[in-house]
């Protein structure tokens, strides 16, 4: 699944709450979590708050210092309005192109946060006590271990692909930039934001894949016997964004 797209051509991004409210190292309630929906490939950043300024400025960090920007950005944790708001603030001070996608895909979001939140509360001692271990039992982690999914390790997947990846990219946005209507491209200062066509044909999502014995898509995962009960990534967050 999602073998026919690019290495980041569609991220998502949520807001976690790890550990019910508890500070990580005293400082940080919130996880930013992205994903890359081929590779798979996991990127952490620490979040103080959620306030919405403080959002812009470490989502914009996020995007600045990507080898390529993301086709598409989609998120379950924010709604569409809450994420053009942010990518707005972020364009209006970087010349930046920013897709925003239909978000198709709520199962295959959930799978890869409820992975990591396994990951994380496997050794919540530590995590809770210094971020960097949130960093290595997660991210770290999770991208040098075998993906069942996509038949790799994220880490691969992901960086084997940079040489070259930057010219389709651009391709593929001129290409999307060309057939979208002008109601679906919205310019920004020196940026712009750009939607996904709502009639656009829906990504295959992916089938629940975490039960409660904490299994998930990896190479050193056991099948769960009982389908889990359907959940949503809000389920798992606290959604609420401060002005």
Avoid at 124 to 137: G, L
Avoid at 143 to 157: A, E, F, I, Y
Avoid at 164 to 188: C, E, F, R, T, W
Wanted: hydrophobic share 35%; aromatic share 10%.
């Amino acid at each position: 699944i999602y073998r026919d797209i690019l290495p980041l051509e569609r991220v998502h991004l949520e807001i976690l709450l790890p550990f019910d409210g508890e500070l990580i190292g005293g400082k940080y309630s919130h996880i930013l979590y992205f994903r890359d929906y081929q590779s798979r490939y996991v990127w952490l950043k620490p979040l103080k708050n959620i306030k919405f300024r403080n959002l812009v400025s470490t989502i914009g960090n996020f995007l600045l210092n990507m080898p390529q920007l993301p086709l598409f950005l989609e998120s379950s944790s924010l709604d569409r309005q809450d994420l053009f708001d942010i990518c707005e603030a972020i364009c209006r001070r970087y010349p930046l192109k920013v897709g925003l996608g239909n978000n198709h895909s709520a199962q295959f979001q959930l799978n890869g946060v409820e992975k990591l939140k396994h990951l994380l509360n496997q050794n919540i001692t530590q995590c809770m006590n210094d971020w960097n271990m949130c960093v290595f039992h997660g991210s770290y982690t999770y991208n040098r271990t075998q993906n069942v999914k996509s038949d790799g390790l994220p880490l691969n997947m992901l960086w084997d692909a940079v040489p070259g990846l930057g010219k389709s990219l651009k391709a593929k946005q001129d290409q999307i930039l060309s057939d979208y209507s002008s109601h679906s491209v919205v310019q920004i200062g020196r940026g712009l934001i750009y939607l996904e066509d709502e009639n656009a044909t829906p990504m295959e999502d992916e089938e629940g894949e975490f039960g409660k014995n904490g299994h998930s898509g990896d190479a050193n995962s056991k099948p769960h016997k009982k389908t889990p009960k359907r959940r949503r990534v809000q389920d798992t967050i606290d959604p609420k964004i401060k002005s």
